[in-house]
């Protein structure tokens, strides 16, 4: 994916959840994805190890974590909830996410 590709995605997410949109910073130097919630943005990058659409919708799932629970939750059930969410609005199933190339606590939910 490209950024502008990834700004789009964030814009559809966003919508569909009814969220303020993040804003994106994309960097070559990101191997991982982060999510700022003070700031309100995601980080992602085309090297990220496990894609960037992988990574963009597990970025999303936490700034809708924080957003739904009002705290930063790491990968904990609310988490979990989320993600699983995301993953069926954009893949229009969740079994279709990548489950496999997430952490073993997330992947078992």
Known sequence: MTREQVEEMIT?????FRVKRPKVTWH???RSGRAFFRQ???AVGPNCWCGVEHTTVHEFAHIL???RYG???????EFCYCLWHVAAAWYGNAAAYPWH???KRVAAF
């Open 101 to 103: 190339n997430e952490y």
């Open 65 to 67: 974590t924080f957003k």
């Open 12 to 16: 559809l997410l966003a919508a569909e």
């Open 28 to 30: 070559g130097r990101y």
């Open 71 to 77: 705290r930063g939750v790491r990968h904990e059930e």
């Open 40 to 42: 309100w943005r995601i």
